[in-house]
């Protein structure tokens, strides 16, 4: 199933939500976009050919919990919902992670769509149907791959999107500009983190990987550049994910010794102005063991003592390496000491 990702307006979104080849909306929508956009929850609220069942929750982290998780399938299982009941979710990526889960598992699974309202979700979440949940041993380890049917991005939700959100957009938009070949994104776009056409451009490239590979067996894997270290540090310093994906692939070049890389990141990364997160831990607080154990724990360790990890031979061309845990354990205090020197 291909998801239909469209950059519309909220009028928009209202005339889809009529459309879709359903008589029940079961609506997942943040507190804070409540609080924020009182109106158009109640327009979503008031479809005229829809009967729309809606629970509030609270966003961020802490509803990738397993008990939020099984609140939320409590409340729709007790409201009368059927298989074609179509669950809609807005907010942020964590609670879209949650929703989609949900979609996934609910009667077996029912469709779902997105109406992603920070930069991180619109640029990155609400794309390629992976959904879960965290684990108290880590990031994500609980899940499924389920592809919304849409996903509507509307950039007006960003109108009150918090400082520290932006920041943990533009960690993830610089992925994206290594990732992306030179001659498909203007890298002037990145002085404008707000722009309509970066956002279309980071969208359009996860989709399109994505859509060759939505089981993350091959190209699909490229995307998770960052994350190894991104998810420990995320975990151990309770900081953004954007924020942890850009130190993360920082991470990864210091790892490697890939210096132009590292340098350039910090032209692109620390360059940008307006959305910078300064090094968001201490040199004591960064405890070498505790992250390497963390690492240890993620999903992209392989059979053996190694793990997968994604680097590019140049930007544009990702390529992804098998490296010994062995190894890594043995560098750690270097990577500790040279992020230590990109403090601002
Ligand atoms: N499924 C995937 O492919 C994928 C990819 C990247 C990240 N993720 C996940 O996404 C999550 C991070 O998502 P995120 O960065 O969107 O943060 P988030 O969902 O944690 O939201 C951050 C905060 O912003 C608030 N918020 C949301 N929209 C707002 C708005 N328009 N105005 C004001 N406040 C608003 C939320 O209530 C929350 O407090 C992580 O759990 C990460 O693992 C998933």
């Known amino acids: 199933m291909k998801t239909v990702i469209l950059h519309i307006e909220f009028d928009a979104i209202i005339e889809s939500l009529e459309g879709l080849e359903t008589d029940q909306i079961l609506l997942i929508v943040e507190n804070s976009i409540k609080q924020e956009y009182p109106q158009q929850i109640e327009r979503i609220n008031n479809l005229n050919s829809k009967e ?6 609270d966003g961020g982290e802490q509803v990738k919990e397993m008990g939020t998780f099984s609140q939320v399938l409590d409340y729709f299982i007790t409201s009368g919902i059927h298989r074609e009941s179509h669950l809609v979710v807005i907010g942020g990526g964590a609670t879209s992670d949650m929703a989609g889960f949900v979609a996934a598992t609910l009667l077996r ?9 920070t930069l991180l979700s619109m640029v990155d979440a609400s794309i390629g149907g992976k959904v879960g949940l965290n684990s108290t041993q880590g990031k994500n380890l609980i899940g499924a791959f389920h592809q919304p049917e849409y996903v509507w991005i509307d950039h007006n939700f960003l109108n009150t999107l918090p ?96 210096k132009e890389m590292l340098q350039l990141w910090q032209d692109i990364y620390l360059g940008n102005r307006c959305a910078v997160a300064p090094l968001p831990w201490t040199r004591d607080q960064f405890d070498t063991e505790k992250v390497f154990a963390t690492i240890q724990g993620d999903k992209k360790r392989v059979a053996g003592a190694a793990i997968k990890l994604v680097t590019l031979s140049s930007v544009g061309n990702p390529l992804v390496k098998e490296i010994s845990l062995e190894w890594i354990s043995k560098e750690m205090e270097r990577v500790r000491d040279e992020l230590e020197q990109l403090r601002r």
Not at 52 to 57: G, K, N, Q, R, Y
Not at 182 to 198: A, R
């Open 109 to 117: 699974g029912i469709k779902w769509s997105v109406i992603p309202t």
């Open 163 to 258: 400082e520290v959100e932006w920041q943990s957009g533009w960690g993830e938009i610089v992925k994206y500009s290594f990732l992306i070949p030179p001659s498909k994104i203007n890298f002037h776009q990145l002085q404008d983190i707000k722009s309509k056409q970066l956002i279309a451009s980071c969208v359009q490239y996860k989709g399109r990987i994505v859509s060759g590979d939505a089981l993350e067996e091959g190209q699909r894997r490229v995307l998770n550049l960052g994350h190894t270290f991104g998810h420990a540090y995320e975990k151990l310093f309770s900081i953004s994910h954007g924020v942890a994906v850009s130190y993360g692939i920082a991470s990864i070049f210091i790892l490697l010794e890939q």
């Open 52 to 57: 729309v069942i809606t629970l509030f929750v």
